[in-house]
């Protein structure tokens, strides 16, 4: 076993790209539940989004249309989950997992051919002598484009509940939906479509494994990360910010049981690959006391009766 | 303008013509799915659904049908309990896992005596390994209100790493030549969960399915518990004032699927798997999600859903080896039928109505 | 009135399956005209207004507003035209902030800085005190009420409709409103006032309109009409008060001591050192506007929320810490307010419900086997004595109307031979004849020796049918008092007066 060969600042740098999948899925489910939908899709939207990405850049030879294509595949998922809980009112935790259950095969389905292949890879931003510095430079200026849209991301999501009329309009929906319908708010068109940005996001974080985090792809490959970045919305109590630490906090937790793994360390491999799963049933059970931080119509089917 | 009204009451046709329903629309879009990965969707279909029943070697593929069926019945029988009452343990791949390796371990230990009280001990080690696995999530969220949901599910990639831990360590077959996995306990007879008949596929699984669904039965149309399950998930609050203890249904519910999934992984390691290995679980606890909700929660229901599943298993290995049909493909075809009913299950509750549209 | 009415409306049908909820309503409401809108549950009230406040479109029929057509298609264009609506139920955000909800009912709302401080400039000049930072989770029912009201008045409406405003006030709170509402009207704001209750459409009102089943019965001048009179419009028949035989109560049968409880949801009520007791044949009535700890109280003696031992004497026994089946088994019954998900389960059959509180008492459980055929013969003599309207006990229960389904809870406690009955909003809701049949049987039930709490937010019919009264007002109870002979000033007092709120200067 030897520690030594963990360097520090390759293993931050580590964690800032672990910890972005989880960002993009999380962020996008939070929106969700702020609208007051629970999707369980999360892992199915994300592993569409994996395999669409992939093929894309693969054929294109463009990882951004790769991107891009995830976002879309991830929508278009997610737009059977809206339609099935919005539209045809069913149950919400049975169509999230049927989502889930339909995305792995669907996408082991359209991967069949990309096995093995190697993705085009995605340069990292030219942030000039800002590199260059010792540290500071390799840890946070040598990532792709996409890597800093998570963070743009986050920010735009917390302004954007917080100060605008439409991040109003979409937590009152999710806070009453009886009572948003009855000042005349769609809330049907409102919750579609943040399902729809929900699943785009999923889509992004999905790509962000299967293009640079990996990069190759393989069947199931997004190993629960879509159910963590469910953990992850609740660990937030449904805020932007926490949310990011949170994911900080699972990617390093990642990234450092991969550097353990390398490093030889005595605990079996097995055991160090199933401590993200527990650390993350440990957070839930620690900060599960905060329940009242979820919007009140969370997971209930909305019906105009009247 | 089409606009939805809801019924006064249930409609019963409806709820029983659902499923069908459901698995009707899955063979025109598995059919058209399969055109467009080159292959004849009807006699891709047929495959899937005629051939192991009908066709040629249906002397042999029948048995499997049995074999394939227990596993998911007896999870989704399990599962239904809870999922009628709102508690929704999703984990039972893990629980299944779970049960196949305390069950294993306990057979292993006697390793080589011969005994009739090894498998017995067996079946009681597997029950409790599932059931100690689903008592995870539903005292955590008894205790602490931890969403069960995630952590059931996050204890099945757990599972996972121990199943792969203990098949290269602990359990590993000492005179396996190094390979991974267990000793084979289809060739340690006290530990053998063999055919009841021979070439029958009838094993103790099966039989332990079919007695879950009558436990089932009764439970639900005849017993208080089955009544407080129903009420809680329709009406939690009726629920409780009707005198229900939520915090001892979770742990019921939990308890009863955990132990149920782990009798499933015992049978499946004990008889057709016969050893303990990396990927000796197939999905049994995630397609047994579909069956549950396929067979209504109805234990008689589930019954047939998992005849069907068990079909599309088989006619999807058959399709596979003579029309290359990827196997991915069953897995997408499972996939449709689970949103075919949650999509048509609209009806049971709600009708259409054509004319003025309503401003919603 | 004036040549050219604000609003006219003439011939408007509307029909849901089964029933016609307006049926050819004709209406006009000059400007300033604080005008009643008078009718049972069930009369198209609701429909009504829903139409002109764009929520659901008549099959036929036209509106008219200061002499052109007004067809709302929907909210929005019905609060551009100048209609704000001040609803009953379900139209607060309780997490968000008083600010936050305001700006979601208005059009263009502005920044909320500059949004705030309009709410504080209108809430002073028309008498109605309100931080707009305050979270609304944590106001009580009449400042809801002013979030609401202000949240119109800042659009400037020239139709402010109300419907039900008074039943979450106290007396005082609701002279403070009607200072408020006389205020506007003068200023030229016409009212379209909903109620049903007499008096005080009698003492604010200009003119009434009177819906029956849809169709419009009858207008009068509230002033020179008598409140009977209006109710004998109003129900179509004369009416009979429920009748008792006076009774000298027994001995104490539920003594509640020093009773509290945390309230189990995050904007509810807590308990605070409630002290009664009931005697046999007594009926002790409780009033208070809502959300003062009635739901808690019921959960409370129900055993939903057991107590901590000691709290609740049965017949001398400690029943604190039991559970609602062991409570049941002693004779200690109750009915919760909500119908539909908490004293009745919405999708199961009358049978299912029959049994959901009948198990124990009824015998139809043995040994943790159900007696199916017992519960339906039960759930048959529910609908047979009591009258429950419906095709047959194999239906469920949201199948069933309102009144009848409230026959039924009702029904299912009385026939169970209670020692104790509570019962918590027992006629919300209901037709006038199920009114009065069901505040008949928990006269006779007290008749024959048992203890009757009554929760309700009408005061009249506790007046009508309570021995004591007392009122609970933040989780407290007052000192039970004959009701006999209590003026309407010292229930709003045991009430608490206007809740501490400030007092309008109008």
């Known amino acids: 076993m030897d520690l030594s060969v963990i360097n520090p600042v390759l293993f931050v740098a580590g964690f800032l790209v672990a910890a972005t999948p989880l960002i993009f899925a999380a962020l996008g489910e939070l929106v969700v539940e702020r609208s007051g939908v629970l999707n369980l899709g999360v892992e199915g939207m994300m592993i569409i989004g994996a395999i669409c990405g992939f093929a894309t850049a693969v054929e294109t030879g463009s990882p951004i249309l790769g991107f891009f294509a995830a976002a879309v595949g991830g929508a278009v998922l997610s737009l059977l989950f809206a339609f099935l809980t919005q539209i045809t009112l069913a149950n919400q935790v049975a169509s999230g997992l049927a989502l889930t259950l339909f995305g792995l095969g669907f996408s082991a389905l359209l991967g069949q051919r990309y096995v093995g292949v190697k993705p085009p890879r995605l340069a990292e931003v030219n942030f000039g002598p800002l590199h260059d510095i010792p540290v500071l430079g390799p840890v946070l200026f040598s990532h792709d484009i996409i890597l800093y849209l998570g963070l743009v991301l986050v920010a735009a999501v917390w302004a954007g509940l917080k100060f605008t009329r439409a991040g109003l309009v979409l937590r009152a929906v999710g806070e009453n939906h009886d009572a948003a319908h009855a000042l005349g708010y769609k809330v049907v068109r409102i919750r579609t479509l943040a399902i729809m940005f929900g699943g785009a996001c999923a889509g992004l974080g999905g790509a962000y494994i299967s293009l640079i985090r990996v990069p190759q792809w393989t069947e199931g490959m997004t190993a629960g990360v879509g159910w963590i970045a469910l953990a992850l919305v609740v660990f937030a109590s449904w805020k932007p910010w926490r949310l990011l630490l949170g994911a900080y906090l699972f990617g390093g937790i990642t990234q450092l049981q991969l550097n353990l793994q390398g490093a030889g360390v005595a605990i079996p491999v097995e055991y160090l690959a199933m401590s993200p799963y527990v650390i993350t049933i440990l957070v839930l059970v620690v900060l599960s006391a905060d329940k009242n931080a979820a919007p009140a119509s969370l997971g209930r089917t909305f019906h105009a009766s009247s | 303008m089409v606009r939805l009204e809801k019924r006064p009451q249930p409609s019963r046709a409806f709820s029983w013509a659902t499923p069908i329903l459901a698995v009707i629309a899955t063979m025109i879009f598995g059919g058209l799915l399969f055109a467009a990965l080159g292959k004849d969707p009807v006699a891709s279909i047929q495959t899937i659904f005629w051939e192991p029943l009908f066709g040629d070697f249906a002397f042999y593929y029948r048995p499997q049908l049995l074999i394939k069926g227990a596993p998911l019945v007896l999870i989704a029988i399990g599962l239904s309990l809870g999922f009628k009452a709102g508690i929704w343990n999703i984990g039972a791949e893990g629980q299944y896992i779970m049960g196949a390796i305390f069950g294993a371990a306990a057979g292993l230990a006697f390793y080589p005596t011969q005994s009739v009280f090894i498998f017995p001990l067996m079946v009681v080690a597997g029950a409790f390994g599932g059931w100690i696995w689903a008592m995870i999530p539903a005292v955590l969220k008894v205790r602490f209100g931890t969403n069960e949901i995630l952590v059931s599910l996050m204890l099945v990639y757990v599972a996972e790493q121990f199943l792969a831990s203990m098949s290269l360590g602990l359990l590993k077959n000492p005179e396996g030549f190094g390979f991974p996995g267990s000793r084979n306990l289809q060739q340690y007879a006290s530990a053998h969960n063999g055919e009841l008949i021979a070439g029958s596929g009838m094993h103790w699984g099966v039989a332990a399915a079919l007695i879950a669904v009558i436990f089932a039965y009764v439970l639900l149309t005849r017993h208080r518990l089955g009544f407080a399950i129903r009420v809680t998930g329709q009406a939690p609050k009726a629920a409780r004032f009707s005198g229900v203890n939520p915090t001892r249904l979770v742990l019921f519910c939990m308890g009863v699927s955990g132990l149920l999934a782990g009798l499933a992984g015992l049978f499946e390691v004990a008889g057709p798997a016969g050893q303990i290995t990396i990927d000796f679980n197939v999905g049994y606890g995630f397609t047994a999600i579909i069956v549950a909700f396929l067979g209504r929660l109805h234990p008689i229901g589930i019954l047939l859903a998992g005849g069907l599943l068990a079909l599309t298993y088989i006619g999807g290995d058959i399709a596979q080896s003579q029309l290359g049909l990827p196997a991915a493909a069953i897995q997408v075809f499972q996939g449709m039928l689970l949103f075919f009913l949650l999509a048509f299950d609209l009806f049971t509750q709600f009708r259409l109505r054509f004319g003025q549209a309503e401003v919603i | ?506």
Request: with cysteine; net charge negative; charged share 25%.
């Open chain 3, 1 to 506: 009135m004036t040549d050219t009415p604000l609003l006219a409306l003439s011939g408007l049908t509307k029909a849901y399956p089964g029933v016609v909820a307006n049926d050819d309503v004709s209406l006009r409401i000059a400007p300033g005209e604080v005008h009643a809108l008078l009718g049972e549950n069930g009369a198209g009230k609701s429909t009504l207004v829903k139409m002109i406040y764009g929520l659901v479109k008549p099959d036929s029929g036209k509106m008219e507003m200061n002499g052109t057509t007004f067809a709302p298609q929907e909210p929005r264009d019905a609060r551009a035209a100048g209609v704000g609506m001040v609803f009953q139920h379900f139209s607060l955000f309780d997490a968000l902030s008083v600010a936050e909800n305001i700006a979601l009912g208005m059009e263009n709302a502005p920044k909320l800085r500059r949004l705030s401080h309009q709410i504080r400039e209108v809430s002073e000049a028309y008498g109605l005190p309100l931080s707009p930072d305050r979270i609304v989770g944590d106001l009580s029912a009449g400042e809801r009420q002013r979030v609401e009201i202000i949240r119109c008045l800042l659009q400037d409406p020239k139709l402010l409709i109300m419907d039900e405003p008074t039943s979450v006030l106290t007396p005082q709170e609701v002279e403070i409103l009607f200072k408020t509402l006389r205020k506007l009207s003068a200023e030229g704001t016409a009212i379209l006032y909903i109620s049903h209750k007499l008096e005080e459409i009698r003492s604010l009102c200009d003119s009434a309109t009177i819906l029956r089943l849809g169709r419009v019965v009858g207008h009068c001048t509230p002033a020179h009409t008598t409140a009977r009179e209006m109710a004998e419009m109003m129900v179509g028949s004369t009416l009979k008060t429920p009748t008792r035989a006076g009774k000298t109560p027994g001995k104490v049968v539920l003594d509640i001591n020093r009773l509290s409880a945390k309230s189990p949801s995050a904007f509810g009520m807590p308990l605070r050192e409630i002290t009664v007791q009931v005697r046999a044949g007594e009926v002790l009535g409780i009033g208070g506007v809502a959300g003062n700890g009635q739901d808690e109280l019921l959960a409370a003696l129900s055993g939903e929320a057991p107590c901590a031992s000691g709290m609740i004497a049965f017949d001398g026994q400690d029943v604190g810490p039991l559970g609602p089946t062991a409570r049941r088994k002693l004779g200690i019954l109750t009915a919760p307010e909500e119908r539909l998900g908490h004293a009745a389960a919405p999708d199961m059959t009358l049978v299912e419900n029959a049994m959901l509180t009948g198990a124990a008492r009824e015998k139809l459980e043995r040994r943790g086997m159900l007696d199916w055929p017992a519960a339906k013969r039960f759930a048959e003599k529910i609908i047979e004595k009591f009258d429950v309207r419906t095709p047959g006990s194999a239906n469920v229960a949201r199948s069933l109307s309102g009144g009848n389904l409230q026959k039924f809870v009702i029904g299912r406690e009385v026939l169970q031979r209670p020692r104790v009955l509570v019962v918590n909003q027992p006629t919300w809701g209901v037709d006038a004849s199920a009114a009065a049949a069901i505040r008949q049987a928990l006269l006779d039930l007290a008749e024959n020796d048992a203890a009757v709490i009554v929760i309700s937010q009408d005061l009249d019919e506790l007046m009508e049918i309570s021995d004591l009264f007392a009122a609970l007002n933040e989780g407290r109870l007052s000192e039970p008092r004959p009701a006999q002979g209590l003026t309407v000033e010292e229930i709003g007092l045991m009430m608490g007066g206007a809740h501490g709120m400030e007092v309008a200067h109008v």
